[in-house]
């Protein structure tokens, strides 16, 4: 999971269009890896549950700096191209699901709106208890709850043969 958060934060730092929001929002780098590595492991592999607050940790910056349309498309479009690029299977299939899920929540809390299906407890629902038809089918038939909440999958996220994956990544 570090890699892939490691290798989309590598080029979004340097985007034209999302550059200047993370230079804005002064990224502690060494801090945020690990607590984005965090949250994407918890979403995708259940286990240890995150705790942050994923959407409302981004008012500050959207007070800087504020996001539009364009940031939350960008965003996706890096999201899903460093995704697909390194991984695939059901696995990457949810982590694309949830990252559309998240930039739609977003958009709401930073506007200000109620999200009427918020994922995060502090949005007001616990995971899971979101109405999966909502999000054309949120977890694969092989997904369970996991103790914390999270998704645990019988499939791990694992290098594409396409991107030239295996032990050594692309």
């Known amino acids: 999971m570090e890699r892939l958060v ?6 979004a730092a ?9 230079d804005a929002a002064e990224v502690d780098w060494a801090a945020h890896i690990p607590r984005v590595t ?6 995708l ?3 240890r549950r995150y705790d942050g607050r994923p959407l409302r940790a981004h008012e500050r910056v959207n007070r800087l700096v504020p996001f539009t349309e364009a940031h939350y ?5 890096l999201f899903c191209a ?9 696995v990457a299939a949810t982590a694309e699901r949830r990252a559309r899920r998240m930039a739609r929540s977003m958009r709401r809390v930073l506007a200000g709106e109620d999200d009427p299906q918020p994922t995060w407890p502090e949005e ?10 909502a999000d054309d089918d949120l977890d694969p038939p092989d997904a369970q709850a996991g103790p914390s909440g999270g998704v645990v999958m019988r499939v791990a996220l694992g290098p594409s043969r396409r ?3 295996g032990p050594g990544g692309r």
């Open 6 to 11: 490691r290798e989309f934060y590598r080029d």
């Open 82 to 90: 460093t995704l697909h690029a390194g991984w695939e299977g059901p």
């Open 38 to 43: 965090a949250f994407w492991n918890w979403q």
């Open 45 to 47: 592999l259940g286990g």
């Open 14 to 22: 340097v985007d034209e269009l999302l550059g200047p929001v993370f």
């Open 124 to 133: 007001g629902v616990e995971p899971g208890a979101v109405d999966a038809s």
């Open 73 to 77: 498309e960008r965003w996706l479009e």
């Open 163 to 165: 991107a030239g994956g």
